[in-house]
């Protein structure tokens, strides 16, 4: 069995519609914003060019390339992130996550994940004899 044998299946076809839509999010927003393609370019380090590829969404832009235009412009990360999420749980990406806002379900995610931390941290960190009765 060679070292490859061992990967894990996945389906990264999902990640063209998210630069695709992504990509579109990021120039809609931008030019409602009324903010030219070299000010966000210069923003996010990357050349205008690059840019123009990013709004494009080509596929060999990076997704973290995607994410700071996004952060720049104050968009919700998450049409980016739960959809790389469905990907690594081999789950298919409902389209309806890369069209929608989603902002209270990012902040939900985020509260989830603090809450969940700030218990772990809690549990961690109580003596043996808290618990004793």
């Not at 069995?1 to 996945?10: H, P, R, V």
């Not at 959809?83 to 989830?112: G, K, N, S, W, Y």
């Amino acid at each position: 069995m060679s070292q490859t044998d061992e990967l894990i299946a996945a389906d990264f076809s999902g990640f063209r519609l998210v630069k695709q839509i992504s990509g579109e999010r990021i120039r809609e927003e931008r030019r409602r914003r009324q903010i030219k393609q070299v000010e966000l370019a210069d923003a996010i380090g990357v050349s205008l060019r690059w840019l123009r590829e990013i709004e494009a969404g080509n596929q060999g832009a990076r997704l973290d390339d995607h994410l700071a235009a996004t952060i720049r412009l104050g968009l919700p990360a998450s049409n980016i992130v739960l959809p790389v999420l469905f990907m690594a749980q081999r789950m298919p990406v409902p389209r309806l996550l890369l069209h929608t806002d989603l902002e209270a379900v990012e902040r939900a995610c985020v509260d989830l994940v603090a809450e969940s931390t700030i218990r772990l941290v809690t549990e961690e960190m109580r003596p043996g004899w808290w618990d004793v009765k």
